[in-house]
């Protein structure tokens, strides 16, 4: 539809004014989800999407976790993913951020849109006073309640306002899976710490009542990236090049979580022709597939701050039970 093809670009348009300036020719992911969040995975998909389509090279595709601390020239421009683990809500990842941003000081380092979260007393503090030490550190927030606070408490660096990144991914990829409705309703319901305690558990009018989908052959192939992981570290203990198995640990984080599981949400919404959703992740996909949705906040109100930002005017995007 014509209304959600100009929000698309739009939204890409912004991404493009505010990120690209900030990135050297050469680029390396650090922290990429290696895990089964299918949200992460289409910012994922975004992010390298944008770097292919804007002429950079990307010089390596490392999971969370997974980043080997390379030597790397001053002149690349290190990438931290975006979503919504950014505080203590989802500390671990948190976490390698902070170690990444303490281990490059020399490196310009981008952290692309993220919702921010904090409800430990004083940890925002603590990890403000963390980031300032490096001067050439770059972090957008994907919402104004994030920019919000990321002018108050993070103003030491460069922040900045910029859409999710899953707005960049390839259009094709997404041409393939739009116009096959077959008339149902989706109440997509999601079962972990951020749902809210009001958020009802069913809807009358839903078909369908599930979270994402969390493909079961998909833990074969994390505990295979896992065992290759230890391998690499094994062999740089013993100082040997591990260069093999961590592009081969690339490769594989590419094609069976980022690629896989993109696929995997945009077949999983295909047939549904009105979405009730308490993901910010199925709203944002639903819009990239051309489907109304309607939305239930989390704990902390990340999908209408994110609807607020970005969606005005947007008639298919509402919160649920508003006329």
Not at 131 to 147: N, P, Q
Request: with cysteine.
């Amino acid at each position: 539809m014509e209304h959600f093809e100009k929000k698309i670009a739009q939204l890409r348009q912004e991404i493009a004014r505010n990120v690209k300036p900030l990135l050297t020719e050469r680029v390396v992911i650090a922290d990429a989800p290696y895990y089964s969040n299918i949200g992460d995975s289409l910012i994922w998909r975004g992010a390298t999407d944008f770097i292919r389509e804007n002429g950079f090279k990307l010089l390596g595709n490392y999971g969370a976790g997974y980043f080997p601390f390379p030597t790397l020239d001053k002149d690349v421009t290190i990438l931290l993913m975006g979503g919504g683990n950014f505080g203590d809500l989802w500390r671990s990842l948190q976490d390698i951020r902070l170690e990444i941003i303490a281990r490059y000081p020399e490196n310009r380092i981008v952290m692309l849109p993220q919702s921010i979260c904090y409800e430990t007393k004083g940890l925002i503090d603590k990890d403000a006073d963390l980031m300032a030490r490096h001067t050439d550190l770059h972090l957008f927030a994907r919402d104004k309640s994030g920019y919000n606070i990321l002018s108050e408490h993070f103003s030491r660096n460069h922040v900045y306002l910029a859409p999710d990144m899953a707005f960049y991914i390839d259009p094709r990829l997404l041409a393939r899976h739009r116009h096959r409705e077959k008339g149902k309703t989706l109440f997509l319901l999601r079962s972990d710490k951020e749902l809210h305690q009001s958020t009802p558990t069913a809807l009358r009018e839903a078909d369908v009542t599930t979270d994402w989908i969390n493909p079961k052959q998909f833990l074969p192939k994390m505990y295979s990236l896992m065992v290759a992981k230890r391998l690499s570290e094994e062999l740089r203990r013993h100082g040997v090049g591990s260069g093999l198995v961590d592009r081969a640990i690339q490769w594989g984080g590419s094609r069976f979580i980022r690629d896989s599981l993109t696929r995997k949400g945009c077949k999983f919404l295909e047939p549904f022709s009105r979405i009730v959703t308490t993901r910010l992740h199925t709203m944002i996909l639903s819009v990239l597939m051309h489907k109304p949705v309607e939305y239930v906040d989390n704990t902390y109100g990340k999908l209408s701050a994110f609807a607020d930002t970005w969606f005005a005017g947007l008639a298919e995007v509402r919160p649920y039970g508003e006329d």
